[in-house]
């Protein structure tokens, strides 16, 4: 036995650095938030759906995608990229329910529809930042160039309501990587995915009513973050009866500033 590993001692150093280099990596890759579009699954209905990552290793970034699941509460987002006439009957149906949701605005939204947004924030919504252009945020790796896309938008949203805007950041298209996460919580961002959303933002492919509440009731689940688009015909229609089922079902309605008071005080829990 001596004498084999005598002679094999070089060949068996060269194994043992190779395995650690292998293990050093696969470690590291584990740790490693993937970059791409965020995505769920949904393995069983009225449970939380499973993102790309965990919300514990989202938190290390300020950034969430679930609330307590403990709780019957919904988080209601949208996300607006351009005004589709739909807004004015969401916001009259958000009244109607003293529910307060997020917005999350581009440039060319705040721009083109200053009363509207004025209307949000007298309203007790949340105007969030989707950035000022809608670029894929995960190819600028450039720090000046990611902070004036929020930037931008803050000063834009300022001048438009006479506020500092609220520290809330969507990636455009959900598309993110672990830098973009590191920048957004440099500048003081917190950064908002979803747990609970569906394909409604094809304006020549709108979803019917019936298919709409099958995918929105069954999945909806505690502390759900869920993302609507508010070009979306079919959610402008379906809202006030969305909103009336979801609450029969026990929910109610939290805000994302709370959302993440919450997070900061308990871990979460997917």
Known sequence: MKLFLRRNLPMLLVLLVLFSLITFACIKQEAALPTGSWGLSFPTEGEPSVGNTSNEKLKEYHAAYLGDTSQKVIYLTFDSGYENGCTEKILDVLQKHNVHAAFFLVGNYIEQNPELVRRMVKEGHIVGNHTYHHPDMSKISDREQFRKELESLEELYTQTT??????????????????????ADELGYKTVFWSLAYVDWLNDDQPTSEEAFGKLIPRIHNGAVVLLHSTSQTNASILDELLTRWEELGYSFGTIDALFEENQEAPLTA
């Open 162 to 183: 006479g506020e500092p805007m609220q520290k809330y950041y969507r990636p455009p298209q959900g598309i993110y990587s672990e830098e973009n996460l590191k920048m």
